[in-house]
C-alpha cells in the first residue's frame, strides 16, 4: 500500500502534522497524544508513525517500542494523575490504524466489556469532549513526568 491509500486516515494525518494533537511524545517512529474524548483525564493514544491497520500487523520492534513508551506513560500517569493503575489496549476499531490507549483507572469499570455487565439494559454515554486549555495542561503534566523518567 502506498501513503495515498491512507491519506484519509486521521491518524496518519496526525503523524504527518496535518492535524494538530496534543502531543506528549514524539520520535521518528511513534507518536503519543491525549484523546479528544478521554474515558479518564490523562487518556493517552499511541500511534506508529507509519499505517498498520491493526496490532497484530505491527513488525514486533515496533509493537516493543509502543509497549515501552505504554510503560513509561503509564509510570507518569500514575505519579501524576494518582492513580494505582492505567489500562493498556490496542484498538482498531473505530479508526483503522494501530492504536494503544492508556487510561488512568479510577474505577475498574473504567476499560470493560459487556461479558462483564449483569444488566441488560447498561447504556454508555458517549465520553465528553476535553477543554483544548485541560489538554494542553495535561501534556505539559505528562511530557514533564515522562522527560524526567
Not at 478521554?38 to 515496533?62: C, K, M, N, S, T
Not at 492513580?83 to 490504524?97: E, I, L, P, R
Amino acid at each position: 500500500m502506498t501513503m495515498a491509500d491512507h491519506a484519509d486516515c486521521i491518524f496518519c494525518k496526525i503523524a504527518r502534522g496535518e492535524i494538530s494533537a496534543t502531543e506528549v511524545y514524539r520520535d521518528d517512529r511513534i507518536v503519543a497524544f491525549l484523546d479528544l474524548g478521554p474515558i479518564r483525564p490523562g487518556h493517552v493514544l499511541i500511534i506508529p508513525q507509519e499505517h498498520f491497520p491493526y496490532f497484530d500487523d505491527l513488525p514486533a520492534d515496533l509493537a516493543a517500542s509502543i509497549m515501552h513508551l505504554g510503560q513509561r506513560l503509564a509510570r507518569v500517569q500514575k505519579s501524576e494523575l494518582g492513580v494505582d493503575k492505567v489500562g493498556f489496549m490496542f484498538s482498531g476499531g473505530d479508526v483503522a490504524h494501530v492504536h494503544a490507549h492508556l487510561v488512568p483507572m479510577h474505577e475498574k469499570t473504567d476499560l470493560t466489556s459487556r461479558r462483564y455487565i449483569v444488566e441488560e439494559n447498561v447504556s454508555f454515554a458517549p465520553c465528553l469532549p476535553a477543554d483544548v486549555d485541560d489538554l494542553a495542561a495535561m501534556a505539559e503534566q505528562i511530557s514533564k513526568g515522562l522527560a524526567s523518567d
